[in-house]
């Protein structure tokens, strides 16, 4: 089962809920703070809603009640963000996959965070990304990955420890052979696929896969 944490980010960053559920159809939704309102909005009941709710005001979150969401509300006051509480819940009943929505945009502090949050999938062998309307994130460690065109133009290569070695890409624009990419280098920005698939490989570290279009 792919679970949707679908959080309170810009809008105007977030995909069209059309567009989500058409790519996937069976997934359940947990609204995550002002995500919860969002997606009743329009016409989706959340499995599940967690955070503080701090950004609904009182007759919202009746409303909310009033449907008979299950929610888990936290203090405001607290060691984790709303995600990361939800994150958390989900990755507890073992889904097959996760996607955060609404972790971009805004603030720089929330979106480095979520990103970070991406490590807890890889701890517990759950693919965990990350979707906005541009890009689709996820974290990888050493391994081998096909990456398929699809709706995106460009595949990125961002370090996430200190080093990535024995970096390989083949059916890129860009070709590498067993090269090591530092954190601190855009040597891997905006490659290209050429062929049906690009295949990444790569023998130590982890690194931030990217796909993006303008």
């Keep these: 089962m792919t679970y949707i944490l679908y959080a309170g980010g810009p809008l105007n960053h977030v995909p069209l809920l059309e567009d989500i559920k058409e790519e996937y159809p069976l997934a359940k939704f947990v609204g995550v703070d002002r995500g919860v309102l969002v997606l009743m909005e329009n016409g989706i009941v959340p499995t599940h809603a967690i955070g503080d709710f701090d950004s609904i005001t009182n007759e919202e979150l009746e409303w ?4 008979s969401v299950e ?11 709303d995600m990361e509480l939800a994150l958390t819940w989900v990755l507890k009943r073992n889904p097959e996959e996760i996607i955060l929505v609404g972790a971009t945009g805004g603030r720089l502090d929330h979106l480095f965070i979520n990103a970070q949050l991406l490590l ?46 024995g970096l390989s890409l083949t059916g890129f624009k860009y070709p590498l052979e067993k090269q090591t990419l530092m954190q601190g280098s855009s040597l891997c920005i905006s490659n290209e696929i050429t062929d049906v698939e690009g295949v990444i490989k790569f023998t130590g570290g982890k690194l931030f896969l990217i796909q993006s279009r303008d």
Excluded: C
């Design 64 to 67: 909310i009640h009033k449907k």
């Design 71 to 81: 929610l888990d509300v936290f203090p405001k006051q607290k060691d984790q963000t």
């Design 120 to 165: 807890k999938g890889l701890k517990t062998n759950i693919p965990v990304s990350i979707l906005d309307r541009w890009n689709k994130m996820s974290l990888r460690e050493k391994g081998t990955y096909k990456v398929t065109k699809g709706a995106y133009t460009y595949v990125s290569l961002i370090p996430f420890t200190p080093f990535v070695e």
